[in-house]
């Protein structure tokens, strides 16, 4: 009865440098979010995978910001170039169905841009 | 586009008292409605949903939510607080279901301390 495990659970980057961040949805979930959370805010809607598909990326704040699932499972989040302003909480987040549907979260990939 | 607004952002109170987070959102269709909830050091779980039917859910731990219609209004309640209930609370809405993929868009989050 696995959750939704992210890795690394903390991710410092110097201004710059690539990093990628890991989801590991709940086995058999065909939705998959990400979600970024700024400290004090609530969570913000970054992009939406049904299996293999990226149906919605409206959120991704610029095209440093990638993301993939490409067997319809594990998904990476990849920031190109970091800066200082994509320092937060990336969520990720699975759900059974594509329609009304609960969002089960991950714990957070803490990301520190320096 | 959908928003969502919650009222308080912090609220302080003692064990026993009775707790209510307000919650409103914007958007004309048909939604879902959930209250997330973050305890100290763990990650958001589900506190309660509604999707259609009695507009009076009740969730874990206590926790009940009463959708308004007319008010565009979700807010969360509990008779009798804990200790324990010291967390962050997110209401969360989307679309309901005319629209796949149906991402959440949260509030700000109210963090609640109980004092024992």
């Known amino acids: 009865g696995a959750g939704v495990s992210q890795s690394p659970r903390y991710k410092v980057a110097k201004r710059g440098q690539d990093v990628a961040l890991r989801c590991d949805p709940i086995?058999?979930?065909?939705?998959l979010f990400w979600y970024q959370q700024a400290l004090g805010q609530g969570p913000e809607f970054l992009t939406y995978?049904?299996?293999?598909?990226?149906?919605?990326k409206s959120g991704l704040p610029s095209d440093r910001f990638f993301a993939e699932r490409p067997e319809g499972s594990v998904s990476t989040l990849k920031i190109q170039r970091t800066q200082q302003e994509d320092s937060a909480v990336y969520l990720c987040?699975?759900?059974?169905?594509?329609?009304?549907?609960?969002?089960?979260f991950g714990p957070g990939t803490r990301l520190t841009v320096t | 586009a959908q928003s969502v607004s919650q009222h308080n952002h912090h609220v302080i109170l003692s064990e026993a008292a009775s707790l209510e987070l307000g919650c409103n959102y914007s958007?004309?269709?048909?939604?879902?409605l959930f209250w997330y909830v973050q305890y100290p050091g763990q990650h958001l779980q589900l506190l309660l949903k509604y999707f259609s039917g009695d507009p009076l859910v009740k969730g874990i731990k206590g926790f009940e939510a009463e959708f308004i219609k007319s008010k565009f209004s979700f807010n969360l309640r509990k008779p009798s607080v804990q200790w324990s209930d010291t967390a962050e609370y997110f209401c969360?809405?989307?679309?309901?279901?005319?629209?796949?993929?149906?991402?959440?868009?949260f509030g700000g989050g109210t963090r609640v301390l109980v004092k024992p």
């Open positions: 086995s058999g979930h065909v939705s």
């Open positions: 969360a809405v989307n679309a309901g279901a005319e629209a796949a993929g149906n991402k959440l868009t």
């Open positions: 995978f049904q299996n293999e598909a990226q149906l919605d």
């Open positions: 958007y004309g269709g048909t939604v879902n």
């Open positions: 987040a699975s759900s059974l169905a594509s329609i009304a549907s609960e969002q089960y």
